[in-house]
């Protein structure tokens, strides 16, 4: 509700200043109207960390033993593309208490294929982080028909 006065004091400065016989004058002593955009949410303080040792190969790990859904999405869309395949790259968070909570991805042409691993991915639940904090992960997936038998 902030922004309308503001917009209406951006958009009514100009017009009100040029009325005035001494326009030039109360310009210069009036501040500029400003905006500044603050997110909702308070800055992390600690950066994103990156696995490693035993806690990147628990992550790989879990991502094997739980990819079922994300072959489950590829065979469906091999029914509409039966061509298919290349690599996907998953990159999430995994927060402190070991949920997933973002996901993005890249590297495959395909949108539907795209957002059903991620719609998965989403549904990840890790160990707690060993820091206490958030980890950063990129997963590569590579995806292609099986051969005929």
């Given at each position: 509700m902030v922004c309308v006065p503001l917009l209406l004091l951006l958009a009514a400065g100009p017009a009100a200043a040029d009325s005035t016989p001494d326009a030039g004058a109360?310009?210069?002593e009036r501040p500029k109207p400003s905006l500044t955009v603050e997110s909702e949410d308070p800055p992390d303080s600690a950066p994103l960390a990156y696995p490693d040792g035993a806690e990147k190969l628990a992550i790989r790990d879990y991502i094997i033993d739980n990819s079922g859904p994300i072959r489950e999405c590829?065979?469906?869309?091999?029914?509409?593309?039966?061509?298919?395949?290349?690599?996907?790259?998953?990159?999430f968070d995994i927060g402190p208490n070991g949920k997933v909570i973002g996901a993005t991805a890249e590297g495959i042409s395909d949108r539907e294929l795209i957002l059903c691993v991620l719609n998965v991915v989403r549904k990840f639940e890790f160990e707690r982080p060993v820091s206490g904090g958030k980890l950063?992960?990129?997963?590569?997936?590579?995806?292609e028909p099986r051969p005929a038998r």
């Open positions: 109360a310009q210069k590829y065979e469906k869309r091999l029914l509409e593309r039966p061509t298919l395949q290349g690599k996907l790259v998953a990159r950063r992960i990129a997963y590569p997936f590579k995806f």
